[in-house]
C-alpha cells in the first residue's frame, strides 16, 4: 500500500497539506510500553517548521493527538495507535496557480498524470513534505521503545552544497571508534545552530542556506545516520532486510534521490581484501573489526551501527522564475513559486531520517529477530 | 516475506546453493502472454557462470523448467508461474571448514547469528549469487512483456575499480539525447567483452579483474541501469513509488551496497535551479526537458527514461588469507576461502539488475497504473 | 494486520470504545469519487445505537469527520480517506469490575492472556462492537461506489431465536426471481420496526427480543446479505476468491460464529444433480440458471447475486449473575454486567454486514477485475 | 495474492491439473525442526486418490520432492522451503469438449469469464482438487511441527447425504468430555472404510455415496475439524483472528460453501445464558467451563479445542446429461462429464481440511503468539 510500509509494526500515513488534519495509524507496537508524550513533542519540535532562517515561516504547532492506542495508564495496549496532527495554518490561495502549471521537480505533473485532476494540489496535497510530521511522531514513539532496548539512533547534517560536516566514525568497529562515535551523538543532542557534529560547519552551512535563498533558490544535502546497539541476527535474507527495509522506507522522504550503507558507493572501487571486514573475537563472541559492510550482511545485522546516507536534493519550490506548461492549454508557461518553503529540506530530514530509520529497524527486530528470541518488553 | 517481493506482481525465490532445485514462483502474471523460451534462455545464457575469466568456473547449464502457469498454447494462464532450475554440479566439500569459520562480506556469520547453525551453509545456501538466476528467470519474462508494451530496459557495467564507462545518456530528456541513448542501448545488445558501452573499456576492465585475481582478490563495480518507454504515472507516493519499489528489490541482489536516481548523490551539492527539471511541450504533450529525477517525481513516473545506478561491493570470497573467528571455540582463526568465485561480481550484476528493474517496473505498472489505464496485453 | 483488510483497498480501523476518537484509514480509493456525505451519514444512522428498544440506551451522535482523503471538490482524491468518530459519552465505571473478572462469551479473557494486562479494557477496548461504526463509515462510501457502478447491496434479519424472516430470493437465477428479489430489497429500504422483508415477522421479533431483555438475557440471530449486479468474472482463485474476502472480512464482525453462501449447510445434504447450476443463454450470454453456488464459483463471481448469510451469537453482555474468575486471586466469582447493550446484536449487524460485503465486493472488483476490464469511475 | 495464504507462514500453492508438476513454496517455517518424510508421505496418502470405491480411478503417486528448504540434517533452515510433485497420470483428451463447454458448478465459466480463453482448461486448471496435495504436503510439516508443541488436529467426515457421525465432543471444556475427544481422535486414526468416529457410520456412507455413483451422481458432505492444545492467547482481534484465518484459508479448498465454529448457525437461536462460556478455575488457571464459542473469542484462542465444520459441496463433475452453453457460438448445449472423479468429495477434504487447520493455527500461533512468548522450536 503506497502510504503504508512495515511488516509487524506497520505504519499508515495519511493527511495533506491543507486537509482537517494529517497523521497515522501504527499497528503492531507492541502492549505495555509507556509512551512519553512530553518527549514526542520534543522530537516533534525538531522537526517543527518555522525555527530558524533556513526553515519555511509557516508555523505549525504539530500538536499530537492521541485518538486510540493506550490504555488508562498511557501504556500501549496491542490496539492500532492512532495519531493525528490538525492543520490549522494553511493558505490555500498561495498555490491557485499551480493547478494548472506544474512546479518543476514537484509531483505536481505526475500526479496529474495519474489521477487526471481529481489530485489535491494545494500545498503538495498528499505528497508535501508535511506528510514526514506523522512520520515523526511514529518514529518518535520507535525511538523511544528502542531506547528503552538499548537502541540508539542519531542523524547528522553531512553535507549542504559545497560544506561538509565530518563522518560518523562508524566504518571502523573497534571500542575506540564506538567512544568516539558516542561522543558524536552526544555532540549532536545539543548542536546549534544546525544539526552537525561540528558547530563550524554548521554556521558556514548556514551562510550556504542564506546564499542560496537569497539568489531566490534552493541547495541540496546529505544526512547521515546510524543505530547503534541492534543486535547480530535482525533482519532477513534477500527482500525483507535491514537495508531493503530501510530504502523502501527513505525513499518516502520527499526529495531522497540515493542511499548507501556503510562503505556505500565506495566499494566499486575498493579491493575485497580491503572492504571485507575481518571478524575478531571481542568480549568472548565473534565481532566484525571494521564496518564497511554498515552493519548489515545477507540482510542481516552483524551488531555493528547500522549506517547509511540519503541525498537530499535542493527544495523544488523555489522563487525565481522556471519555465513550465499549462496543462489546461498545453502551452509553455512561466513560473515563479510563492509560498514559505524551506531553501534546504536535508535540514528537518534529519529528524525525519532518524524517525524512518528507528520504524525500519523496529519493524526488522519485531518480524525477524534472532530465531527465538523475541524482542519484548520485559 | 524474506523471499518474497511485489505487490500484483509478486515473486517468490526459493532454493540454497546447494539444494537439490532453486527458482521461483510468479504471481500475478496477465493471462495471455505467449513466453518466448528461447529469448528467455539467451537471457538467462547472459548471467550464466563460466563464460570467461572474470567468471567462476562453476559451470551450469541453467535450464528453466516450466513446472506450471502456461497453458496448452505456451501462454501465461493466469495461474502462478512456477520455474525450477536443477542443481547438477555442487561441490559441498569446498565449503567445509566454512561451518565453523565464516567468511568476511559474506552472511555466513549473520546467518549463524539468526539461525544458530540451522542455516545452510555450503555455497552460501539461500544467500548465494546463484540465487540471482531465479530472479533472471522471472525477470527475464517481465522484460519480453515489457518490451512488447515499447519499455526497454539496459544495463551496463558503469564502473570496475578505478575504469570507468561513459554513462547514459540519460540525464537529457531531449529528442537528440534519446537518439544518443538509444544507440547505446543498441551497441550494449552485442558489447564484447563486457557488457560496456565502449568496448575499450570493457577490455581495461577486464585488465583489472584480471590484476585483481591475480592478487587472489576481487574488486567493486558499478551497474547502471535505464528504462525507456514507461508512460508518465505510473507508481504511487510514499512507499510504493518507482524508487522505493526498486530501491527494495534491488537491495535483493548480493553485495549491493547502495543505490542512486537521475543526479542522486551529485544532488547534495547542486542549487535548486540546476536539479529541477522544467516542462517543455514535446508532440502537444507536457515532458520535462532534462531528467535529473531520473525519470520520477513523488514515486511516480515522469515519462522520461527511469535511470538508476547501484555500488557492487567486491567478491567477498577471495583467496587470500582473512582473520576470522572459530565460533565453535570463540577462538581467532585463519580462512582461505576455495571453491569457485567470480573476482568482480559487478559483471554478472548487469542482467541481473535488468531482470529486477523489470519485475519492479512491471509491478508498478500493474499495480499503480494511471488512474483507469491498466497495464492490458491486448 | 489484525485491524486491516483488503488488498488494493485496504480499510485500516482504530479505535477502542472509550479512547478519544475511533475511526479508519481507507487506501486505494479510485480517485474522482464524489462522496455524499449526507448519504453517508444516513446510512451510519441505521447502526447507531439509542433507536429503539432492542438497542443500548448509549447515544453517540457517530458523527462522521473526514480528516483526509477528499480534494477541495469534495471528490476523493488519491491519498488515503481518514474518518474519525470522537468518544463522547463513555462511562468508564460500568466497567471498572470487568478488569478483574472476564465478562463470559466476550474477549475479556483472551485479551488479558495475550496482554497480560495492558490491553484496554473499558468498554471493550479494540473489540467493542462499537468499532464496527468506523467499518460502516468505509463501507458506506464503498455501497455509493458500487451503487455508481450497479452493483446494490442489502441485508435483512433473517432470523432472531426461533422467528424467521423470508428468504432473499436469490437461490434461483430467474428473471422471475431477479424481480421478486428488487422488489425484497425495495420493501427492505423503509422496513420498520426491523430489517425484515416481512415487517409482521419484524415485530414479532421485536417480542422475541423483549422477552429476553425481561429475563435480563440476550437473544441471537442470523443476517442475510445480497449483492447483486456484480459482472461475472471478478475475484481470484483459491484463497483471494469472493468467498474468502468476504468470510475473512465478516468474522471481523464481534460475533459472527459462521458463514455459508448459496445453498450453504444445504449442499452437505445434496446431489450433485440438484445443487449444479445448469448454464443458459440468457440475452445472448451465458448465465447460470439456479445459484446455488451463491454467485461465485471458483472464487469468482458468476455474475448472479452473491447472497451469503451470517450466524450471529446472542449479545454476550447480560444482566443476570454469570460464572466467572477473579484473574487476580484466580478464585471463582460472580458476575452481573451491567452497562448499556442490546439485547440482540444481530439487529445493528445488518447494516454492519452491508459495510463489510460492499469493502470485500469492492476490493475483489478493483483488485481481482476480468483481466483487461479494471473497475474506473468514467 | 491468489495463491497464497498465511502472514509469517505463508504458503504459495502453484501448478495445474495437467502441468508439469504442481507444488507450493511453505516460506516463514521456524529452522531447526527436523521433518519427517516418512510421516508426511503416510499423511499424503491419506488424500491420495485411487483408494476405494468413493475415489477417483486416476492414480498419482502424489511422491513429494523437495527441492529447497532444508539443511544437509533434513532440517528447515529458514529459507523457504519448495516442495514439488510431479504430474504424470495425466489424460488432456479427456476435458477436450470442455473447452467450449463449462461443466456446470466447476470454475470453467467464471474462469473463461475472467481470462476470456486463456486459463488452461483441462483437468481444472489451477482450480483442480489436484492442487489440494501441495497443500496437504505444507500442512503435514505444519502438522509435525504442531505435534511436537503439544498440539493435535483431527477432522472426521461427520456427513455424507443424509448420514451422519456423531460430533466430537468439543462444544463442551470439561475433563470428561476431554477425554472423550481424545478416544474419538485415537479411533479416527485408525478409522476404515471412512474416516468416521463410528465405523457403522462410514459404511453406510460408503452405501450412499455408492448410490450416487450408481446415480451417474455425486453427494454432498459435512466435515468437523478440531484442534487441541493450542494455548489461551494466540490470534488477533479484529481480521486477522483464528476464525479468520482458518476461514479465509478453509474457502481456498474446492467445493467448500459454509463454515462455522462451535456452536456455529446454532447460536442464532440461542439465549445469551446458554451461549456464553462460563469461567471455572482449573488446575489454578481461568478456563471456559462449556466451549460454544469453539476456542476463539474475538479472534484470540480461549485454550479450548478450536473447533469448526465445513460443508462440501457435491462433486460438480458428473457423469449424467446437464444443460449448459457453448460460449463459442451462445448457443445452448448438454454435456456429459467424462474424466474421473470422486462422487463425494468430502472424504478427500478430511486430511485437507486438518492441512488448511494446521497451517492457519500455526501462522496465527507464530504471527500473533501471546505477547512476548513466540512459538519456539527448543
Known sequence: MPSSFGTTLRVT???????????????????????????????????????GPWSTPRKEPDAVRVLSGLNVQGETCGAPLALAIMNTNTRSRDYDNLLAVPRPGH?????WAKWHGSQDVPGGGHFSGRLTAPLCAAGGIALQLLEEKGVRIRSHLAQVGSVRDERFSALDNSPESARALASQMERLATASPLPTIDPEV???????????RRDLDSVGGLVECVCCGLPAGVGSPMFDGIENTIARAAFGIPAVKGIEFGAGFGVAAMRGHEDNDPYVVR????????????????????????????????????????????????????????????????????????????????????????????????
Open 202 to 212: 554548521g554556521r558556514a552551512m548556514l551562510d550556504e542556506i542564506e546564499s542560496a
Open 283 to 378: 568480549d568472548g563472541r565473534c565481532a566484525p573489526a571494521t564496518n564497511n559492510a554498515g552493519g548489515a550482511l545477507g540482510g542481516i545485522s552483524t551488531g555493528a551501527p547500522i549506517v547509511f546516507r540519503i541525498a537530499m536534493k535542493p527544495t523544488s519550490s523555489i522563487a525565481r522564475e522556471q519555465d513550465s506548461v499549462d496543462l489546461t492549454t498545453m502551452e509553455p508557461a512561466k513560473l515563479r513559486v510563492h509560498g514559505r518553503h524551506d531553501p534546504c529540506v536535508a535540514v528537518r530530514a534529519v529528524p525525519v531520517s532518524e524517525a524512518v530509520c528507528a520504524l525500519a529497524v523496529l519493524d526488522s527486530w519485531l518480524s525477524w529477530p534472532p530465531e527465538g528470541e523475541p524482542l519484548s518488553l520485559s
Open 13 to 51: 500515513v495519511f493527511g495533506q497539506s491543507h486537509s482537517e488534519g494529517i497523521g497515522c495509524v501504527v499497528e503492531g507496537l507492541p502492549a505495555g510500553f509507556g509512551v512519553d508524550l512530553d518527549a514526542l513533542a520534543a522530537f516533534m519540535a525538531r522537526r517543527a517548521p518555522g525555527q
Open 107 to 111: 509531483a505536481d505533473f505526475t500526479a
